[in-house]
């Protein structure tokens, strides 16, 4: 019997008529996997994820540096909402004596970060910032540009599923804790069709209770509030009205939860593009000044070859040891190390130094398996944080089987150290590992010496693992429940593995027949 899921409830993505996809829905787990045939739809849920990731960061992340197209501020959308619920006098009133009793200074003039005390929202509140964040009008331009831009498309239509005239589009579903529990609290779905159409809704619950974090990219309370009985009933309002977008911004970003962090996406033929990058940008910048009509490529290789560019700066970089993930996958993998050599003009170029060597290759002079893991090493060593999500697709790809399930161990690694982990896959091996890393959590952790990987068992509630499978409307997407009895995943590469065994058998007995004739 698999142990009992803690009670967390993740958020959970729905799809229709999206790409090849004719229906699916998905866990957003600490570690989730897409299996299945080719051209069923993995890369494009996956492509999907991250889009979200990118419209939920700019609009209601943590990140202060994140400006959005116009330069303006991830609030300011919210920040027009809330002004347009109208505040009355008594609303202004119960935000500010609400919010000023709810946080504290540290030091005069108060500090970067507030810290919320476990004091919930009181009605009129929550019944403004419910208002605020299903006046979702503003969000469809913004979130029909990341999607256009993350898929490299012309227009969204391209993304309905061809030959079907039912509804596209998809909904993200989140909760918050309520106590010991989580609650639904947020939905928005998404239509799709001659541009987007979104729909919110928000549950009736209490959403900010606990360390809840006040945006950075507003004052602190303390300076908002200091001086407040002097201002005039437009000022008041005013700042109730930035308040008021600061508490729907937390709301929206602790219901979708992992989409307000920081997403990467390392796309297929890694291996190519680690060879090609430079010729890529070279070709970027000689043909910047011609007009064009269509995305000159995703959104996705795009933001790939700014991060690889970006490794050039050598304050962008940092020190190997502090970073184990990926001295780990030097070690147990590539078999030596990925350094970074800059030339007068910045522009990194990527070498590679076997163990026992004393000199370096450059990369397109190494074997496949290290250039398709070489930006792995790169975005574990000077990109990705603890938080963050790290979508791979293929990591199987032109990996010996071994060092699959090596490399299958250190993503359930990253894991354990916070980094959320997206993959897609066609490896039997890779399944196969992590069937046992399932089942090796059924084991007290006193059991374990002996087992390599022993630190790394995963969870039910870790791991989930979703099957694509094609059908005459378009492909549809299940979660591929862990089989206890045979202690494995059952996917369809167990039945290649049959029909192959089968084929054989039926050979080697004719040959027989004929040696009897």
Not at 10 to 36: C, D, H, K, Q, Y
Not at 154 to 181: H, P
Not at 357 to 377: C, G, H, I, K
């Amino acid at each position: 019997m698999m142990a009992a899921t803690n009670g967390e409830k993740p958020l959970e993505l729905s799809v229709r008529n999206f790409g090849p996809i004719a229906e699916g829905r998905v866990e957003l787990r600490p570690f989730t996997v897409f299996v299945g045939p080719s051209n069923t739809g993995k890369s494009y849920l996956a492509t999907l994820i991250y889009a979200l990731h990118r419209f939920f960061g700019f609009y209601y992340g943590r990140d202060k540096n994140t400006i959005l197209p116009g330069g303006a501020f991830p609030a300011q959308y919210l920040k027009q909402s809330a002004q347009r619920t109208g505040l009355s006098s008594d609303s202004v009133a119960s935000i500010l004596e609400w919010t000023a009793e709810g946080y504290h200074a540290w030091g005069e003039g108060g500090s970067e970060y507030q810290e919320f005390s476990a004091k919930e929202l009181p009605t009129p509140v929550l019944t403004l910032v419910r208002a605020a964040v299903t006046d979702a009008d503003h969000w469809s331009a913004p979130l029909s540009d990341q999607l256009v831009r993350c898929f490299g498309m012309v227009c969204l239509d391209n993304l309905i599923r061809n030959g079907n005239g039912s509804k596209a589009g998809f909904a993200v579903r989140g909760s918050v804790r309520n106590g010991e529990r989580h609650r639904p609290s947020y939905e928005c779905k998404v239509a799709i069709h001659e541009g987007v159409k979104i729909n919110a809704m928000v549950e009736d619950v209490l959403p900010l209770q606990n360390s809840q974090w006040f945006p950075p990219h507003f004052a602190t309370p303390w300076t908002i509030l200091h001086g407040m009985e002097s201002s005039s009933d437009e000022e008041k309002e005013a700042v109730a009205a930035q308040l008021l977008a600061a508490y729907s911004n937390v709301f929206v970003s602790d219901s979708v939860g992992p989409l307000s962090q920081p997403a990467h996406y390392l796309l297929t033929s890694r291996a190519n593009l680690m060879h090609t990058h430079q010729t890529i940008v070279q070709s970027l910048i000689a043909g910047a000044s011609q007009p064009t009509i269509a995305p000159t490529f995703s959104g996705l290789l795009g933001d790939f070859l700014e991060r690889i560019v970006g490794l050039g700066n050598q304050r962008n970089q940092r020190e190997a040891s502090e970073y184990p993930l990926a001295l780990d996958l030097e070690r147990n993998v590539v078999g030596g190390e990925i350094r970074i050599a800059s030339n007068p003009v910045g522009y990194p170029e990527f070498l590679y130094r076997p163990y026992g060597w004393e000199r370096d290759l450059p990369l397109a002079n190494t074997s496949s398996m290290v250039s398709e893991l070489a930006p792995v090493v790169l975005y574990l060593r000077h990109v990705v944080q603890p938080g963050d999500t790290l979508i791979i697709e293929e990591p199987e790809s032109h990996l010996h089987p071994a060092m699959q399930v090596e490399f299958t161990r250190l993503l359930a690694a990253a894991v354990k150290a916070g980094i959320r982990i997206i993959i897609t896959t066609h490896s039997e091996w890779v399944l196969e590992e992590l069937a046992n890393l399932v089942l090796m959590s059924e084991l007290p952790v006193e059991r374990r010496e002996g087992f390599e990987g022993a630190d790394l068992a995963l969870s039910p509630e870790e791991l989930g693992v979703w099957s694509f499978q094609p059908t005459e409307d378009g492909s549809v997407v299940e979660e591929l429940r862990f089989d206890e009895e045979a202690g494995k995943f059952p996917s369809d590469a167990g039945l290649v593995t049959v029909e192959l065994y089968n084929r054989f058998a039926r050979i080697a007995n004719r040959i027989e027949r004929l040696k009897e004739d």
